[in-house]
């Protein structure tokens, strides 16, 4: 959703998380969780390898990165929310 910021004369972006799906993506080493621009579908990956900078010394497996990613999400949404910019992207990698 895309609000206009009276102060300054321009169109601010409203990206929301109400999925809490994320899945990881064994080939890409990678987990991914979407998040929604009115009805436009946003796909993020986060790099496993950032992950586990936030937590040093889990594991490398599906469960142990999705575990940090569980951990942590908040602090990774608000790293996708101003790693967004709108506009026709519709992919974006956190690493």
Known sequence: MALLDPARQKLI???????PS??????????CFWGYDNSREITFMVDDAMLRN???????DERSVLGVFDE?????LEIAKKQYVG???NRYSIS
């Not at 972006?13 to 999925?19: C, Q, S």
């Not at 899945?23 to 990678?30: L, M």
């Not at 942590?72 to 990774?76: L, N």
């Open 13 to 19: 972006t409203v990206l929301d998380f109400p999925n």
């Open 22 to 31: 994320r899945s990881y993506d064994a080939s890409r080493h990678c987990v």
């Open 54 to 60: 936030l937590q040093p010394g889990v594991g490398s």
């Open 72 to 76: 942590f999400r908040e602090k990774v």
């Open 87 to 89: 506009g026709p992207q």
